[in-house]
């Protein structure tokens, strides 16, 4: 079986896996970055992502007013996050988080050339329990999309770039172990049936999330709803969460899903797979009125999951909802520019052609980088 190897594999090109190629390059690594998807899809879900990210106490938020620190962050997050006494890690990682997040993701990105719209939203402010107490929803520009974008580029022009190897179309199925420790992975290239084995002398697992795969969805949500939309991709079906625990890595906390009240099914869906439902479209997530409750076990806050919105007649109204929330975002950006033809879900809604993302942001307006 053909073999390739590099001092660091990487298993899922989406934005996890090429900032961490990223990183490996910097430091003089060779890589071998893997990934079921064709070139085209590069960047996984972060492609059609918002962009928005939680920040602490940076240089933004104090050129508005916005007095945050570390404690007042950690306070928050300790108010919705319901740790156990077993929740060591997450605890430790929402310490690191809200010490770090100013530097080692704010100016980080700055210093990549990236730029955050010149307001900062205030979301997530809780409705069952107190959530954020101040604005830190930071708004990167040009989307999840601009991201992706950027990132493929520092990886194309980096001056180790000869180290980086991409290898698309490839579905890893297992991982090698040897000697108590994994030396790698295998996998079939779909198109041509050819097994592969890939050997790193450390192996990086980024393959997303399990919510491309609503069976598992079902199964670590209890009380899902009968019918839900998928909003994710098919690769992200959680295969590899099942490799690495069988091979006797820890996996915790699959519960803990973040979904969206407010999807219709999309008129244009981007994956026909008989697995998954049809993508759905995602409209009033910039609400400051979602609260931490909205998770799988929101039930028991008395929080009704998409049916509310799904067959009850109220997509109308969420769209109606969502373009009033987008209203004073007047920085030329269109997020969402669809009229809701029917009052129902189950008819379509005119949406624009890419769906519910702007392909091609807009030329950045002057202030836009003064933060
Ligand atoms: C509409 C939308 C809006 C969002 N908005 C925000 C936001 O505003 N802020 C925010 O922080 N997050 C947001 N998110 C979530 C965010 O996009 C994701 O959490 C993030 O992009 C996940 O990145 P990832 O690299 O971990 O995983 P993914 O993007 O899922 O990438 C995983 C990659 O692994 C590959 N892969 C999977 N299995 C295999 C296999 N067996 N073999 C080979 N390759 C495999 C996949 O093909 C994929 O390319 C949003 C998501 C959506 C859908």
Redesign the pocket.
């Given at each position: 079986m053909p073999s390739q190897s590099s001092d660091v594999l990487i298993?899922?090109?989406?934005?996890?896996?090429?900032?961490a190629a990223h990183e490996c390059l910097d430091n003089g690594r060779s890589v071998t970055l893997?990934?079921?998807?064709d070139e085209n899809?590069?960047?996984?879900?972060?492609?059609?992502?918002?962009?928005?990210?939680?920040l602490v106490g940076t240089a933004l938020q104090k050129r508005l007013g916005i007095r945050d620190t570390p404690e007042i962050a950690l306070s928050d997050w300790l108010s919705f996050a319901e740790f156990t006494d077993e929740d060591e890690w997450p605890r430790r990682w929402a310490e690191y988080y809200v010490e770090q997040s100013g530097e080692r993701v704010f100016d980080w990105l700055r210093d990549k050339g990236l730029r955050f719209m010149p307001a900062v939203n205030w979301v997530e402010r809780g409705d069952f329990v107190p959530g954020n107490s101040v604005p830190r929803?930071h708004?990167?520009w040009g989307?999840?999309l601009g991201l992706v974008d950027r990132f493929i580029g520092l990886l194309a022009e980096h001056k180790n770039r000869d180290k980086l190897r991409y290898v698309f179309n490839?579905?890893?199925?297992d991982l090698i172990t040897e000697d108590g420790r994994v030396a790698g992975?295998r996998?079939e290239i779909e198109p041509t049936g050819e097994t592969r084995e890939f050997r790193g002398g450390v192996t990086i697992v980024?393959?997303?999330?399990i919510?491309?795969n609503l069976d598992k969805v079902r199964v670590h949500w209890s009380e899902a709803p009968e019918e839900l939309l998928n909003?994710?991709?098919p690769?992200?079906?959680g295969?590899?969460h099942d490799?690495v625990e069988r091979h006797g890595g820890v996996v915790t906390h699959l519960e803990n899903m973040?979904n969206?009240a407010a999807g219709i099914p999309h008129p244009q869906p981007h994956f026909d797979s008989p697995r998954t439902e049809p993508d759905?479209l995602?409209v009033g997530?910039v609400a400051g009125s979602y609260g931490p409750a909205h998770r799988p076990d929101a039930a028991r806050y008395g929080v009704r999951y998409p049916r509310d919105v799904q067959t009850t007649g109220r997509a109308r109204e969420a769209v109606e909802l969502a373009a009033a929330q987008l209203a004073h975002c007047r920085q030329g950006i269109r997020y969402l520019r669809f009229r809701a033809q029917s009052a129902h879900s189950r008819q379509p809604i005119a949406a624009v052609p890419q769906g519910?993302?702007v392909r091609q942001p807009p030329s950045r307006p002057a202030d836009a980088g003064r933060e």
């Open positions: 298993i899922g090109a989406g934005i996890a896996g090429l900032v893997v990934d079921r998807h899809r590069v960047g996984g879900l972060a492609r059609t992502a918002f962009g928005g990210m939680a929803y708004l990167l989307t999840g490839c579905r890893v199925d992975c996998g980024a393959t997303g999330g919510n491309g909003g994710s991709h690769y992200c079906n295969h590899l490799v973040w969206y759905s995602q997530f519910n993302v």
